[in-house]
């Protein structure tokens, strides 16, 4: 009589492992949550809306009738839409340059810092998609500064002056919703102006593990940029100053609105993207993230 089968142990069914989906944009969502997220960065955003207030504040309180003083002064009296324009004047030489300086400088550096780099290189990460999610989000910072100006500026000049047809610098006047038109040209030109500035702030940011650091070198190196551009016995080396074309948006405020300063400008900064994006690419793929 032959014995009855051996029972078979049952089997659990194969599990089908989905495959892993990714999210291309989860690490640039997590970035640009964490530069707007950081107290650091609304006290900068702060300071540069205080930038269009203190102007039409102070021309309101000290301007009266003839009483002189720039150009611009008047035009603002004229008409509270040139409180934008003013402000992004006054902001591209120091204050701009400097909230950028400080955010670029953090990129690499700041993470470095605080020792999640290797955490933020798991796989499928990567080390050229990390470097440029830090780039972008340095960027979109310094679209949100330059809207802050603008939009601060717009509104604070509605509230403290007449809001009229604008003269532009050919002499031609456009109504309010056109000069707005200009007006976001404007924040365009000014966030292109500091695109390159960014990429030498992720460049030094790779550079050390320090965040201080490489947010004073960027700093130092705007202002050294623009000290050079005074100077007319370097002449020849103005064209390839980053800097050199930051205040050349009088072209947007023309009518027709010419676009070679703008075409001028958008060329120059590519070429420092180019250049100090790779540099801090290179020395990126070979830092040692787990020191």
Known sequence: MSQPDAAVAPTAPAVEQEPRRTRPFALLGSELALVFRRRRAWAMLGALALVPILIAVAVRLTTGGDSGGPAFLG?????????SFTAL?????????????VVAGDTVAGEASHGTIRYLLVAPTGRLRFILVKYVGAVAFC????????????????A???????????????????????ALLLALYVTLSMLGLSAIGLFASSLTNVPVGAMASTVVLAGASQVLDQLPQLDWLHPFLFSHQWLGFGDLLRDPIAFDSFGSNALL???????????????FATKDVLS
């Open 160 to 182: 403290l002056f007449p809001i009229g047809p604008v003269t532009l610098l050919s002499g031609t006047q456009v109504d309010g919703w056109s000069y707005a038109g200009r």
């Open 143 to 158: 679209l949100a500064a330059t809207l802050v100006i603008v939009l601060v500026g717009a509104a604070i000049g509605a």
């Open 269 to 283: 900064q590519l070429g420092y993207v180019a250049v100090f994006g790779t540099l801090a690419y290179g020395r």
């Open 89 to 101: 004047t006054v902001s591209i030489p120091l204050f701009l340059p400097l909230t950028v300086g």
């Open 75 to 83: 035009d603002i009296t004229n008409n509270g839409l040139f409180v």
